[in-house]
């Protein structure tokens, strides 16, 4: 079967979000978004490897960002700040 670049990009878009979505729905349009760039990256440079970095590249930003975040509901439930969950 003959899918052309279009065809591929959507095919491995689709097998991506399939692979990495949880039980989230809104998670699925996250990795269909990230799983079109990554696809991109490849066909624009014909390289795997430069897909692998930019994938390796946003989970780094991915993790970074939720180390950085402050979770708010400590202060709205007047818990223990000392605990990481509050609720």
């Not at 978004?33 to 970095?53: D, H, I, N």
Request: hydrophobic share 55%.
């Amino acid at each position: 079967v003959v899918l052309g670049r279009a065809g591929a990009l959507a095919a491995s878009t689709a097998l991506f979000a399939a692979a990495h979505v949880r039980r989230q729905r809104a998670g699925a349009v996250v990795h269909l978004a990230t799983g079109s760039a990554f696809g991109t990256v490849y066909l624009a440079t014909g390289r795997l490897v430069a897909a692998v970095a930019a994938h390796g590249s946003y989970n780094l930003l991915v993790g970074a960002a939720t180390l950085a975040e402050r979770d708010m509901s400590i202060a709205d439930t007047g818990g223990r700040r000392d605990r990481l969950l509050a609720s």
